[in-house]
């Protein structure tokens, strides 16, 4: 197979390839998806046969992506994923949690949407300088 592109397409290919392989083997431990890393790992290597040679380094005849790559800004977008899906998930788990502790229909999606946005402007507001957690 033959992919033609660009130098700023294999670019962000490159990074498209880092954040899929950190959202599904960072927090894996030892128990990675090696094929991914694999892939990441082949497509690296294309680097410096394309001009790229500061965005890769080797460790013991591995093509690994470079310090420079790794501090060249890929990493605060990963941060904002995590953030945004952090806020995400804690909004919808809390407004959840206060239905049923009302006693109200968890189907009901518009109340649940009505309370969810509720928890958005709270965190957009104060992020979660407010939450606290209580011993029951």
Not at 42 to 63: D, I
Not at 73 to 91: C, M, N, Q, S, T
Not at 108 to 118: A, K, P, Q, V, Y
Request: charged letters at 35%; hydrophobic letters at 40%; a negative charge.
């Amino acid at each position: 197979m033959t992919i033609d592109l660009t130098e700023k397409e294999f670019r962000r290919l490159l990074d498209l390839v880092y954040v899929g392989d950190w959202i599904l083997n960072s927090a894996r431990g030892d128990d990675r998806f090696e094929d991914y890393d694999m892939l990441q790992e082949k497509l690296f290597a294309l680097c410096p046969k394309v001009g790229m040679r500061s965005l890769v380094e080797t460790w013991q005849g591995h093509f690994l992506p470079s310090r420079a790559y790794e501090e060249g800004g890929i990493h605060e977008a990963i941060a904002d994923y995590e953030d945004a899906v952090f806020f995400d998930i804690l909004a919808e788990e809390l407004a959840r949690r206060d239905m049923e502790g009302e006693g109200v229909d968890a189907d009901d999606e518009t109340e649940l949407m009505n309370r969810i946005e509720e928890y958005y402007e709270e965190f957009e507001q104060h992020g979660i300088d407010n939450l606290t957690v209580e011993d029951n």
